[in-house]
């Protein structure tokens, strides 16, 4: 049986485009809510000693290890930017995502779009200081893998203002999120962590050192892996693409979207909720 045939007597019942949407719809949900959760742990965890005590706030906080240093002000103030402006870039990033938002709010969707790319340029770069002048966890392999990231975040953050300002479109879309899901990169790694960490009992985790085979891939699929499956997306949103891609997306993204649900569950009650 040629393509063809098969796609018109199997496939044809099974609308594959809306299954890609389908399930790209839920995928973000899912996501979206994740993403809440990490914004309530970040404003009720981080703002309120920030709040009384100022570049001091982060000093003593145990899973903060690289958030302060005596004598340190530039670094202190980095890490101080970093926290604070985590909330824009977890909060935001979804919120610039939900079509109705951009439709009947269209200045709301600007103002936060300036804001967005702001904070997510600003933190990394205070990440990007943090990580290369303070001992945090993690090794060598750790911190080139998030570099990247924070490079990725600066050059997608470019290429999106550079598409909207020249009115290019669709190409601003494409790339603002890429920029999301780079941004979104270290959410992904404490969801995807906590998930194979409740699957596996933590295969290939060191969790005194943070290293360990799981932890190196994590290192770059982290953002690899969102991105490709994004690009993904974009293959199978094109006119003439086939029903098979369509539905080896669909059969892709599916079991991804449990594991991240897990990994959100395994989050918020590990490691968020605890510390709140
Ligand atoms: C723009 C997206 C990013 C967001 C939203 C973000 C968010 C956060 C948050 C919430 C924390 C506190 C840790 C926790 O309690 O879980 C943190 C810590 C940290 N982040 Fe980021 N981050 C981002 C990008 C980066 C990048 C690109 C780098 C490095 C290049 C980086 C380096 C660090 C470092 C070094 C710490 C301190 C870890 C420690 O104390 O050991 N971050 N980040």
Request: net charge positive; with cysteine; charged share 10%.
């Amino acid at each position: 049986m040629n393509d063809a045939v098969l796609s018109t007597t199997v496939l044809r019942p099974f609308d594959t485009r809306r299954a890609v949407n389908l399930a790209v719809t839920t995928w973000f949900s899912i996501a979206a809510i994740g993403h809440g959760i990490f914004l309530a742990y970040i404003l009720a965890v981080f703002y309120p000693p920030i709040a009384q005590s100022g570049l001091h706030g982060l000093q003593g906080l145990d899973h903060l290890p690289a958030g302060f240093r005596e004598g340190d002000t530039l670094g202190n103030l980095a890490a101080v930017a970093h926290v604070l402006l985590a909330a824009i870039v977890i909060g935001g990033g979804p919120l610039q995502l939900v079509p109705a938002v951009r439709r009947h709010a269209p200045t709301f969707h600007r103002w936060l779009g300036r804001s967005y790319l702001l904070a997510a340029v600003i933190s990394s770069v205070g990440g990007l200081y943090m990580i290369w002048t303070r001992h945090s966890i993690g090794n060598l392999w750790s911190q080139i893998t998030i570099s990247v990231d924070g490079v990725l975040i600066l050059v997608f953050a470019f290429l999106a203002l550079r598409n909207v300002m020249a009115g290019r479109i669709a190409e601003h879309r494409r790339w603002a999120l890429r920029l999301f899901m780079a941004a979104s990169a270290v959410w992904f790694l404490r969801v995807a962590l906590m998930g194979w960490a409740t699957l596996t009992g933590g295969w290939g985790i060191d969790w005194e050192s943070f290293t360990g085979p799981f932890v190196y891939a994590l290192g770059v699929g982290q953002y690899l892996v969102p991105l490709a499956m994004l690009q993904w997306y974009f293959h199978c949103q094109k006119r003439d693409a086939g029903h098979r891609a369509q539905l080896a997306f669909v059969s892709t993204l599916v079991p991804l979207t449990v594991f991240m649900a897990i990994g959100i569950f395994a989050a918020t009650m590990g490691m968020w909720l605890p510390r709140i």
